[in-house]
């Protein structure tokens, strides 16, 4: 499967940004989909996933209350709604898709997908 995200962009402290994650190849639909982002000098780290079916989610502490993941599998896309914006925030943003034939619907680790998407820049101003 080929992801492609894309919404990143500049915005201001309290503002609001959507991103997307567009699927082909594969059947979308079977995977869990997962984003994560990675700062300056920072490790990648786990900001949200959601099932294959969407029943399931869940999100970093970090961003829980402000970011929403969901997913249009007619589409092959999934969302994360990202509001009240900080500076911490900042960060390249990557999805990802994990194989459903893995132990456990969602993975908190990057090496718990197998698949990767360029990543979407996303710049919070103070």
């Known amino acids: 499967v080929q992801l492609q995200a894309c919404g990143g962009g500049l915005v201001q402290a309290g503002g609001s940004l959507r991103l997307s994650c567009a699927a082909s190849?594969?059947?979308?639909?079977?995977?869990?989909t997962g984003w994560f982002r990675q700062g300056p000098g920072i490790e990648r780290e786990f900001v949200a996933a959601?099932?294959?079916?969407?029943?399931?989610?869940d999100y970093a502490d970090s961003v829980k209350g402000r970011f929403t993941i969901s997913r249009d599998n007619a589409k092959n896309t999934v969302y994360l709604q990202m509001n009240s914006l900080k500076p911490e925030d900042t960060a390249v943003y990557f999805c990802?898709?994990?194989?459903?034939?893995?132990?456990?619907?969602?993975?908190?680790?990057?090496?718990?997908?197998?698949?990767w998407g360029q990543g979407t820049q996303v710049t919070v101003s103070s």
């Open positions: 990802a898709c994990r194989e459903r034939t893995r132990l456990g619907v969602i993975s908190y680790s990057v090496n718990g997908y197998d698949y």
């Open positions: 190849g594969r059947t979308f639909r079977t995977y869990t």
């Open positions: 959601i099932s294959w079916s969407g029943g399931s989610s």
